[in-house]
């Protein structure tokens, strides 16, 4: 059972560009989170969606930011025009359909930098 | 909102036992867990605690006290290879898998 997938692992951008990250959740599981993490910092919440539902966005920027879980697919992150603070570490995980209430498995990350 | 607080760092030597702690605020709560993250690589899960007591995994465990907003890890015989960050995490609503996270408690293990 293949784990969480990110791509890509690392993605360069110039000030201005769109970013696309992909999540491909665990097989089975229909419940997915998006998280940043800055050097040397904790994992901080941005969304959390379900197949087709925006579930909790409360973490992410209103602007410039937008997230989509389709039927079909994987989940994107998509940041419009980055800019210089938006270089991150951005995680991905999933977990179950039914409540499990323990773990969510988490993706490898991408590691976007905004030149 | 969900507030957490954990050390920043803690340094220990290797086969000694460590304690991090996490004390909470939060408006909901189902559970604590505890992730671990070492440099460079993603954070992977550890334990669950959703009733109070002390729940043990090798020589990882882990304690929630419901009451006093409080859990600890505790890391016994220590190994080089257990520095890394760990992270406590709050289980709050829409369902038992929605977490907000700690900013982490950095690890360092000295021979």
């Known amino acids: 059972n293949a784990g969480v997938m990110q791509n890509p692992r690392h993605l360069v951008r110039r000030r201005g560009q769109e970013a696309r990250l992909r999540c491909s959740p665990m097989?089975?599981?229909?419940?997915v989170y998006w998280y940043r993490q800055l050097p040397e910092e904790g994992l901080k919440f941005m969304v959390y969606?379900?197949?087709?539902?925006?579930?909790?966005e409360s973490g992410m920027p209103k602007e410039r930011f937008s997230a989509e879980f389709p039927k079909e697919g994987p989940s994107i992150l998509r940041i419009q025009q980055v800019v210089r603070g938006d270089s991150a570490a951005y995680f991905c995980?999933?977990?179950?359909?039914?409540?499990?209430?323990?773990?969510?498995?988490f993706g490898p990350g991408t590691r976007l930098l905004v030149l | 909102g969900q507030s957490l607080e954990q050390p920043s760092e803690v340094t220990a030597v290797e086969g000694a036992i460590v304690q991090i702690n996490c004390t909470y605020q939060?408006?909901?709560?189902?559970?604590l867990s505890w992730y671990q993250q070492h440099d460079g690589g993603a954070p992977t899960f550890l334990s669950y605690?959703?009733?109070?007591g002390l729940e043990e995994t090798g020589r990882f465990s882990s304690f929630l006290s419901r009451s006093d907003s409080y859990g600890y890890l505790l890391l016994q015989e220590l190994q080089m290879k257990d520095s890394a960050s760990y992270f406590c995490?709050?289980?709050?609503?829409?369902?038992?898998?929605?977490?907000?996270f700690g900013a982490g408690t950095r690890l360092t293990v000295k021979p």
């Open positions: 605690n959703a009733l109070d």
């Open positions: 969606l379900q197949k087709e539902n925006i579930i909790d």
């Open positions: 995490a709050v289980n709050i609503p829409y369902n038992n898998n929605d977490m907000r």
């Open positions: 995980a999933s977990s179950p359909s039914v409540d499990s209430g323990e773990t969510q498995y």
């Open positions: 097989k089975g599981h229909s419940h």
């Open positions: 939060t408006s909901g709560f189902y559970g």
